[in-house]
């Protein structure tokens, strides 16, 4: 047990945040987390579906017959600001000096190849005119600037609090595409993207998670592109916005596991990941679900690719909803025989993937029912995934829980121990990757929605390691979104195309044909 004063006792009341949420926490501290057990890759066939042509018209078909009966939403955790995607621009001007050296020599020196590519296409950008103008208001002579100051002045704009101040900025409200009226932000871009597969009876509606201090901005973007998206494609929008919960911060702790204390004696709280989105997409009421992250977008003419696929994920999720709907009311309301259990079974097992033990049929059939009932009521969702060519993140694969349950599980590489081997082989075995690409459905056959947060594996959380106020401390990040935040949804697998999966993590992902309009 831990001791709190007074002081710590009011700054829990403020915060919202139980003791016991505090005590759970610190126990994991303690006990550490364990790796996940990996028993294989998910692979083309053994828990990812490859879907032919006919497949795919067959469920856009379906997609498109019952949407305009459902209530879609488009959730899109938008939070994040844009400092990694300028990492290697803040890291040029921290060690660079132009008065010393020509940007050739500073690439060479420091093997800065992505300055070299910012560079090589910085006109493309849609930003170039902007800090153009910018730089011309502050330095007329600019054009008489040896090359490497106009460089260096450049990024200095582009950066610099009192500028565009760009690696601050939410990475939502950035410009990402260069059109020939307008340069349009990933937001925008969003809207753009919900109005081909989010719209039901001419309305898309958009769900952000937001930081609480860009709340205007967003409002401000959005009332400044809305009327131009309705009146490009019709449709009209529903635009929502929500913050990452303050009781959903974790407690710090310093290397000995006890509660980190700042200076001024107060205990360090700390944001707790995107798991912490898992209270927003509880809030939310909608039949159908779309994730995907904010920085995965494409510009206008690649958008109906993108939008047929995500089509194609929520006409599989309709197909299995309607029959395992249909299995869970029917053993609610009778007394089924053998040969229906042998099939409601094979349905779990070769649909939803849900691993039934070997002795399953040994169990008296009350303790069948109860098992059957369990499984088929969670929350569904269909993963798009793409082929692994070296891209950071998680994948798909079949893990062993503590309990000796087999699932299929979204599983990101700090989750996986790289000193076994046995795990090593089959994480170098995987063949595809997570994009985020997911359509989901979280209510039960009576249209009743599932509390979410009974769903989610609290085993897998994140331990890292950080340092404040010049001392290390350890940190606790919840169950990712779609790792262990979804651990026990029912999971289906589905191969998507490469050319949905866009993101921009660093600024000259913006250079990728996918981010350009015009055709090089």
Request: proline share 4%; hydrophobic share 35%; aromatic share 12%.
């Amino acid at each position: 047990m831990i001791t709190l004063t007074e002081a710590d006792k009011d700054q829990l009341k403020q915060k919202g945040i139980p003791k016991k949420q505090v005590t759970e926490q610190i126990e994991i501290f303690k006990k550490g987390i364990p790796f996940v057990n990996l028993i294989a890759a998910a692979t083309i066939g053994h828990g990812i579906h490859k879907f032919s042509d006919e497949d795919k018209k067959k469920y856009v078909a379906l997609f498109e017959a019952e949407k305009d009966d459902l209530n879609l939403l488009k959730f899109v955790p938008a939070s994040g600001a844009a400092s990694r995607m300028f990492k290697a621009l803040f890291q040029f001007l921290n060690t660079y000096n132009p008065a010393n050296e020509t940007i050739n020599a500073y690439v060479n020196r420091e093997k800065a190849e992505l300055i070299r590519t910012f560079f090589i296409g910085v006109e493309k950008f849609p930003f170039y005119e902007p800090v153009i103008k910018r730089f011309v208001e502050k330095h007329p002579d600019f054009l008489n600037l040896p090359d490497h100051f106009q460089k260096y002045y450049f990024i200095k704009i582009l950066l610099d609090k009192d500028e565009f101040d760009y690696g601050s900025s939410p990475k939502g409200l950035l410009p990402f595409h260069k059109y020939k009226t307008h340069p349009a932000t990933a937001f925008e871009e969003h809207m753009y993207e919900a109005a081909l597969y989010d719209e039901s009876n001419g309305v898309a509606k958009l769900h952000f998670t937001i930081s609480k201090e860009h709340n205007n901005d967003f409002d401000e973007e959005m009332d400044k592109i809305q009327n131009r998206v309705k009146e490009k494609t019709g449709v009209s929008f529903d635009t929502s916005f929500s913050f990452q919960k303050g009781t959903t911060d974790t407690i710090a702790v310093d290397m000995d596991n006890k509660p980190f204390r700042l200076e001024d004696g107060n205990l360090l709280f700390r944001p707790g990941g995107h798991g912490a989105l898992i209270e927003n997409l509880n809030d939310q009421d909608a039949d159908i679900i779309f994730i995907k992250n904010i920085d995965n977008v494409v510009v206008y003419k690649y958008k109906q690719e993108v939008a047929q696929y995500k089509k194609v994920l929520a006409g599989k999720l309709l197909e299995v909803q309607h029959k395992s709907f249909e299995y869970a009311k029917l053993l609610d309301e009778t007394s089924p025989d053998e040969k229906k259990i042998a099939e409601i079974k094979d349905f779990l097992k070769t649909e939803l993937n849900v691993h039934v033990k070997f002795d399953f049929d040994k169990y008296k059939e009350i303790y069948q029912i109860e098992f059957l009932k369990e499984k088929l009521n969670a929350p569904i969702r269909i993963c798009g995934m793409v082929k692994n060519e070296g891209e950071p993140g998680g994948g798909p694969f079949w893990i062993k829980d503590e309990d000796g349950n087999i699932s299929l599980q979204i599983v990101e590489s700090p989750q996986i121990d790289s000193n076994n081997k046995f795990q090593e082989d089959i994480l170098k075995a995987s063949t595809h990757f997570n994009p985020v690409d997911i359509v989901c459905s979280i209510k039960n056959y009576k249209g009743e929605k599932y509390n979410l947060l009974d769903f989610v594996n609290k085993q897998h959380a994140f331990i890292t390691t950080k340092t404040k106020e010049g001392k290390e401390l350890k940190a606790l990040e919840l169950p990712g979104l779609w790792n262990g935040g979804m651990a026990f949804w029912n999971t289906i697998f589905i191969e998507v195309p490469l050319t949905t999966f866009n993101p921009v993590k660093t600024v000259v992902d913006l250079l990728k044909p996918a981010h350009q309009v015009k055709d090089k």
